[in-house]
């Protein structure tokens, strides 16, 4: 698993903690990182942001979905993700939302070859 996805899971375990008991995702990251666990810069910048962005996030629904595909002859991999806005001002969100798919396809791109 790549390191960048560690970090993201680790950043959803700090996050979902902060709703669970009310605590600000910065405080309980800094609780983990004072109790001796390790917390790479990628998990502490997603804390950061969400907490700093948490009123504008909450009016925002996301939506996730991976399955795989698979037969005799290929195999693929299916991401898909449905982004529910609300009263809100659709530019910024999606733009921050195609920035993140981008993101996610560069991390995972191969090239493909014939057999």
């Known amino acids: 698993m790549a390191s960048r996805t560690k970090a993201r899971r680790l950043a959803i375990d700090v996050l979902y903690q902060s709703d669970v008991t009310g605590t600000d995702g910065r405080a309980v990251l800094t ?6 666990r390790e ?7 997603l804390v950061h942001g969400v907490a700093e962005n948490l009123e504008e996030l909450e009016a925002i629904t996301i939506v996730a979905e991976q399955r795989t595909i698979a037969d005799r002859e290929m195999e693929a991999s299916v991401h898909q993700i449905r982004i529910e806005l609300g009263a809100e001002d659709p530019q910024r969100p999606l733009l921050i939302a195609e920035r993140w798919a981008e993101a996610c396809v560069a991390e995972r791109h191969a090239e493909i070859t014939e057999a």
């Open 31 to 36: 609780d983990w990182e004072e109790a001796g």
């Open 39 to 45: 917390v790479p810069a990628f998990t502490r910048d």
